[in-house]
């Protein structure tokens, strides 16, 4: 060993030390912060399944790649820093001797084959992976970028650690060659030995480009755990666990999708018979009130923006961007840990349970933090304004487009359940739509034996249940298709397709109710209970001695289709729920429906998010149309599961939008694009806020939106479709 491998083997050693000695603190100031959360119990449950979910999600990248280029350039970079870690390792033994290398396998052709493929993809993939950051840097002129709020540096330092390690590597490699001691032949490695041809035959040259390579590698180590809130760098630890333990495992994607995770209490679900706004938790108002899973998922949160760049509500110049919610979240739990850990914090009265003696050595700043309110105005020094609160829709693109699976749906009514339950603070022209659930069954406020009206004028009979011996489906109206003017046109359609086709059905009529969906989102959770407990009880005497698949529900509305479908279940309803589209299609294709004349014009369809995104309903309104129309589909720019949301979920049906542009709006301009004078819908909530955008435009006479099914009767039944439908709005 001479003067030079001295040197750089000190280095080396002392740089790790120090780079491993912040790591482990970091890390268990991690797991400290993360366990002040609320226990999950049920994110334990069928580990196979959740190890085979992460295993290919992050191996098979399946949610990177949806995004092309970006998606496969972070494949090579994420598999380059997993196996090229061996080639760091590697670096400990070539900074001792200039012909070091790892034992056993340093020396096989097949590593260094391997080696020599990925570090030169992984250098084209982080090159790609710069270009794409600094093309949409926040501070480019036009558009928004998905990078805004990012903590750009970060990102920055990272991905150029990751391009000096990556070009260090050949150059170590090159001056072996240089010198005569690289063992893989040219085959395998050429681009290690054309850099070897460039360099000089350095006989330290070995020692010390390792050295440096160990000191770039661990530098990142270092900076990384003196900021254990960088998530663009935590991320590719983190991730793993935060896959593992997602909502629904084997959900195909987005976990945090369909139903609302329930409202808890120290890891329980809340039985509100029994509950005490004293002893059992109401939604969140502290951050150490989300789970543990919760402040995993601020922790692991990657800055990439990608549920930004999706979200309806920052595309239209609303506060709300889901990932600056999460980062908001992460940065104020890890600021107030250090209160929390030395035992602060309100009990559920609002009294501080530390000593003054635990807070005495406190930093002031930790208690200041530990002062702010979860939610709260700028004035008021809130960590989340609540007018972003207010401004989701529940539409889920945030919760789809996550690569590493953060529940941002959940967290906001958790957050919106506190405010609701507790505070009774909330948007107040929603206050009349919560009034119209507890006192007359319905949002709008309709009386109840009103709910049949739809029925008058068919020219056939509409059974009811239990004057019907038997039949196949129950036909969930819903209170948009009962009591809204456009959505009962819809209800009437699907009726007499029904009846058409010569599917048995029955109504509930008087005896249904609101299946509680706006009351969920909105947060107060106690109406949504009522509601489903009363709907529950009703369907279960309904299907009375029926198994699970013969308990069949159609529903016209994809809200009452997601919460009798994937909620009921949570309050002793277990049925088979099917949205109108996939029971029209299934008759389409067995030939119990049968177009005859082609709707013509171009027609456009716009997905529904609780159909298409949250329960993966594309497919069977597409069949419908498809059968039904002249010509192809026109399909907007964003549809499928990166559809445009109508701006009617979470509530927000009743709530005014009151800031930046309408949601509705941009979805019509879209679909007005297409040159489509149909635009078809299968939600009635799509239904009413694309017709009012059609009709804010004033193109009510050009373009036209109407159900599915009723495209479909028109097909079916040209002269009796016709009249079924609205025309504009």
Same mark, same amino acid.
């Given at each position: 060993?001479?003067?030079?491998?001295? *040197?750089?083997?000190?280095?080396?050693?002392?740089?790790?030390?120090?780079?491993?000695?912040?790591?482990?603190?970091?890390?268990?100031?991690?797991?400290?912060?993360?366990?002040?959360?609320?226990?999950?119990?049920?994110?334990?449950?069928?580990?196979?399944?959740?190890?085979?979910?992460?295993?290919? +999600?992050?191996?098979?990248?399946?949610?990177?790649?949806?995004?092309?280029?970006?998606?496969?350039?972070?494949?090579?970079?994420?598999?380059?820093?997993?196996?090229?870690?061996?080639?760091?390792?590697? /670096? !400990?033994?070539?900074?001792?001797?200039?012909?070091?290398?790892?034992?056993?396998?340093?020396?096989?052709?097949?590593?260094?084959?391997?080696?020599?493929?990925?570090?030169?993809?992984?250098?084209?993939?982080?090159?790609?992976?710069?270009?794409?950051?600094?093309?949409?840097?926040?501070? =480019?002129?036009?558009?928004?970028?998905?990078?805004?709020?990012?903590?750009?540096?970060?990102?920055?330092?990272?991905?150029? %650690?990751?391009?000096?390690?990556?070009?260090?590597?050949?150059?170590?490699?090159?001056?072996?060659?240089?010198?005569?001691?690289?063992?893989?032949?040219?085959?395998?490695?050429?681009?290690?030995? /054309?850099?070897?041809?460039?360099?000089?035959?350095?006989?330290?040259?070995?020692?010390?480009?390792?050295?440096?390579?160990?000191?770039?590698?661990?530098?990142?180590?270092?900076?990384?755990?003196?900021?254990?809130?960088?998530?663009?760098?935590?991320?590719?630890?983190?991730?793993?666990?935060?896959?593992?333990?997602?909502?629904?495992?084997?959900?195909?994607?987005?976990?945090?999708?369909?139903?609302?995770?329930?409202?808890?209490? @120290?890891? #329980?679900?809340?039985?509100?018979?029994?509950?005490?706004?004293?002893?059992?938790?109401?939604?969140?108002?502290?951050?150490?009130?989300?789970?543990?899973?919760?402040?995993?998922?601020?922790?692991?949160?990657?800055?990439?923006?990608?549920?930004?760049?999706?979200?309806?509500?920052?595309?239209?110049?609303?506060?709300?961007?889901?990932?600056?919610?999460?980062?908001?979240?992460?940065?104020?739990?890890?600021? #107030?840990?250090?209160?929390?850990?030395?035992?602060?914090?309100?009990?559920?009265?609002?009294?501080? #349970?530390?000593? @003054?003696?635990?807070?005495?050595?406190?930093?002031?700043?930790?208690?200041?933090?530990?002062?702010?309110?979860?939610?709260?105005?700028? $004035?008021?020094?809130?960590?989340?304004?609540?007018?972003?609160?207010?401004?989701?829709?529940?539409?889920?693109?945030?919760? $789809?487009?996550?690569?590493?699976?953060?529940?941002?749906?959940?967290?906001?009514?958790?957050?919106? =359940?506190?405010? *609701? &339950? %507790?505070?009774?603070?909330?948007?107040?022209?929603?206050?009349?739509?919560?009034?119209?659930?507890?006192?007359?069954?319905?949002?709008?406020?309709?009386?109840?034996?009103?709910?049949?009206?739809?029925?008058?004028? &068919?020219?056939?009979? *509409?059974?009811?249940?239990? $004057?019907?011996?038997?039949?196949?489906?129950?036909?969930?109206?819903?209170?948009?298709?009962?009591?809204?003017?456009?959505?009962?046109?819809?209800?009437?359609?699907?009726?007499?397709?029904?009846?058409?086709?010569?599917?048995?059905?029955?109504?509930?009529?008087?005896?249904?109710?609101?299946?509680?969906?706006?009351?969920?989102?909105?947060?107060?959770?106690?109406?949504?209970?009522?509601?489903?407990?009363?709907?529950?009880?009703?369907?279960?005497?309904?299907?009375?001695?029926?198994? #699970?698949?013969? =308990?069949?529900?159609?529903?016209?509305?994809?809200?009452?289709?997601?919460?009798?479908?994937?909620?009921?279940?949570?309050?002793?309803?277990?049925?088979?729920?099917?949205?109108?589209?996939?029971?029209?299609?299934?008759?389409?294709?067995?030939?119990?429906?049968?177009?005859?004349?082609?709707?013509?014009?171009?027609?456009? !369809?716009?997905?529904?998010? !609780?159909?298409?995104?949250?329960?993966?309903?594309?497919?069977?309104?597409?069949?419908?149309?498809?059968?039904?129309?002249?010509?192809?589909?026109?399909?907007?720019?964003?549809?499928?599961?990166?559809?445009?949301?109508?701006?009617?979920?979470? /509530?927000?049906?009743?709530? $005014?939008?009151?800031?930046?542009?309408?949601?509705?709006?941009?979805?019509?301009?879209?679909?007005?694009?297409?040159?489509?004078?149909?635009?078809?819908?299968?939600?009635?909530?799509?239904?009413?806020?694309?017709?009012?955008? *059609?009709?804010?435009?004033?193109?009510? +006479? @050009?373009?036209?939106?109407?159900?599915?099914?009723?495209?479909?009767?028109?097909?079916?039944?040209?002269?009796?479709?016709? +009249?079924?439908?609205?025309?504009?709005?």
């Amino acid at each position: 060993m001479g003067s030079v491998q001295i *040197v750089t083997t000190i280095l080396a050693a002392a740089i790790t030390a120090v780079a491993v000695w912040l790591a482990v603190r970091a890390v268990l100031k991690m797991v400290a912060v993360i366990r002040l959360g609320q226990p999950a119990p049920e994110r334990f449950t069928d580990k196979i399944t959740r190890a085979r979910t992460m295993l290919v +999600e992050t191996a098979g990248h399946t949610r990177m790649l949806k995004w092309g280029v970006v998606g496969a350039a972070h494949w090579f970079v994420m598999v380059g820093f997993v196996v090229l870690s061996l080639l760091v390792l590697e /670096a !400990y033994f070539e900074v001792v001797t200039t012909d070091g290398g790892l034992p056993i396998i340093g020396h096989w052709t097949i590593f260094g084959l391997v080696t020599e493929i990925i570090g030169v993809l992984g250098l084209v993939g982080i090159l790609v992976l710069m270009a794409i950051r600094l093309r949409n840097r926040p501070t =480019r002129p036009g558009g928004r970028s998905r990078f805004t709020g990012s903590t750009m540096w970060q990102g920055y330092f990272v991905e150029w %650690i990751v391009l000096l390690v990556l070009i260090f590597g050949f150059v170590i490699r090159g001056f072996k060659v240089a010198t005569d001691h690289f063992e893989f032949p040219v085959w395998a490695t050429p681009v290690s030995h /054309a850099v070897g041809a460039v360099l000089p035959a350095w006989a330290d040259g070995v020692s010390v480009a390792a050295a440096i390579k160990i000191i770039i590698s661990m530098t990142w180590l270092i900076v990384i755990s003196l900021n254990v809130t960088m998530g663009v760098a935590w991320h590719r630890f983190l991730a793993f666990p935060n896959i593992f333990f997602k909502r629904e495992p084997a959900r195909p994607a987005g976990s945090g999708l369909g139903a609302l995770r329930p409202m808890t209490s @120290q890891g #329980k679900p809340l039985d509100f018979e029994e509950a005490d706004p004293e002893k059992d938790q109401f939604g969140v108002a502290h951050v150490e009130q989300f789970t543990w899973k919760g402040l995993l998922d601020f922790s692991t949160c990657t800055e990439c923006g990608r549920c930004q760049s999706q979200c309806p509500a920052w595309n239209t110049g609303k506060p709300l961007s889901p990932k600056l919610l999460v980062l908001s979240l992460r940065d104020h739990a890890y600021a #107030k840990a250090p209160y929390l850990l030395a035992g602060g914090g309100k009990d559920l009265t609002g009294e501080e #349970k530390a000593t @003054q003696a635990q807070l005495a050595h406190l930093d002031v700043l930790a208690l200041a933090e530990a002062d702010k309110p979860l939610i709260g105005t700028a $004035e008021e020094g809130g960590v989340i304004d609540p007018d972003v609160l207010w401004s989701c829709t529940t539409c889920g693109a945030c919760v $789809e487009q996550c690569p590493v699976d953060i529940e941002h749906v959940d967290h906001i009514v958790d957050m919106r =359940r506190y405010q *609701v &339950l %507790i505070e009774s603070s909330f948007p107040s022209e929603a206050g009349v739509m919560l009034r119209n659930l507890e006192n007359k069954g319905n949002p709008w406020g309709a009386p109840q034996n009103t709910r049949e009206d739809w029925t008058k004028g &068919l020219d056939f009979e *509409v059974p009811r249940v239990g $004057e019907v011996d038997d039949f196949e489906y129950l036909f969930w109206v819903g209170c948009a298709g009962a009591f809204e003017d456009r959505a009962k046109k819809t209800t009437r359609a699907v009726a007499t397709l029904l009846n058409e086709a010569g599917v048995s059905f029955a109504i509930l009529g008087e005896g249904e109710t609101c299946s509680g969906d706006p009351a969920r989102r909105i947060g107060n959770e106690f109406v949504f209970q009522m509601l489903a407990q009363q709907n529950v009880e009703t369907l279960n005497e309904a299907f009375e001695g029926r198994e #699970k698949a013969k =308990r069949k529900i159609v529903a016209t509305c994809p809200h009452c289709f997601n919460t009798l479908g994937n909620e009921y279940g949570q309050l002793g309803g277990e049925f088979e729920v099917v949205h109108h589209t996939q029971l029209l299609a299934h008759l389409v294709a067995t030939g119990k429906l049968t177009p005859v004349q082609p709707v013509d014009g171009g027609v456009t !369809y716009h997905d529904p998010c !609780y159909l298409g995104r949250h329960n993966r309903v594309f497919a069977a309104p597409r069949e419908v149309l498809g059968d039904a129309i002249e010509g192809d589909l026109t399909e907007m720019p964003r549809n499928s599961e990166r559809s445009f949301c109508c701006g009617a979920g979470g /509530a927000r049906m009743w709530m $005014e939008e009151k800031i930046g542009k309408r949601i509705n709006v941009d979805r019509v301009e879209e679909a007005m694009a297409t040159g489509a004078r149909t635009v078809a819908v299968g939600c009635p909530f799509c239904s009413t806020m694309l017709n009012d955008g *059609v009709n804010g435009k004033g193109a009510g +006479e @050009q373009v036209e939106v109407i159900d599915v099914a009723s495209v479909l009767l028109r097909s079916v039944k040209p002269q009796g479709g016709k +009249e079924t439908t609205p025309v504009g709005g």
